[in-house]
Structure formats: structure tokens, C-alpha cells
């Protein structure tokens, strides 16, 4: 069984490693959009995180995320207080970076929120 190692990196982003791949958030606003989560939804993240870390991004699928836009993903989280969404891009489908965490409450994602991560992207690929 592959052992999972979650800490708080230089940067106080959360990171785990496991084979090899990483699941990262983009920084610490996105690490109190996760502890502003009900403690159940924090458990369904880390459990998707954890079958994207083993599986690989690409083998897992509905229910738990679904692709928006090329390497743009979402994790699907669901509780007793309702549904949240976990924005991630893939990057060299080692690295599984998360660049925003949200309550849903309207049934598609808007304009505004899907169209900023091509920027996110573009930095993250240039380091």
C-alpha cells in the first residue's frame, strides 16, 4: 500500500506525494477556501485527491471530477450542506495543481470564473 505524505511546504500550500505525483493548492487563499469547507467535503477532497494521485489524473472520471476545458478539471464535492466545486489544471500529469475551491450554488460554472484559469496556466507552466 503507497503511504501518503501531506504537509505544509515552504510557501504553506498544502502538498502530498505519492508516486510520484503531487496535489497542490496554488496558495494560501486557496488553502482557506479549503478550511472554510465543512469537514465533510475537506474528506471527499482529500479523497479524490488521493485517487488522482494514485490513478493519475487521467483515469479518474465522473463522478468525482469532470474535464471543463483541456487540462482545466473540476473535483466534484458533495455533503450534508450542499455541493462544492475544486478547480484544477494538470501540469506534465505529475503535478496536480488546485486553483480554486467554491460552494456551488448555480448549476453551471460562470463565464468569469472558467476564463481565468488560462492565465494561472500560463504561469504555472512557465516555471
Known sequence: MCQVRVSHDSSSCLKSEVL???????????DKEL???????QARFMHIGRLLEWN?????REPHVKPIFKKLF???????DGISRAIYITITG????????????????????????????RSLNSE
Open 94 to 121: 505529475k503535478r496536480i495543481v488546485v486553483l480554486r475551491i467554491f460552494i456551488k450554488r448555480r448549476k453551471k460554472l460562470p463565464r468569469e470564473k472558467s476564463n481565468w484559469h488560462c492565465k494561472e496556466q
Open 20 to 30: 510520484n505525483r503531487t496535489l497542490e493548492t496554488l496558495n494560501e487563499e486557496v
Open 35 to 41: 478550511d472554510a469547507l465543512p469537514e465533510d467535503m
Open 56 to 60: 493519475g489524473p487521467m483515469n479518474v
Open 74 to 80: 473540476e473535483m466534484r464535492l458533495r455533503g450534508r
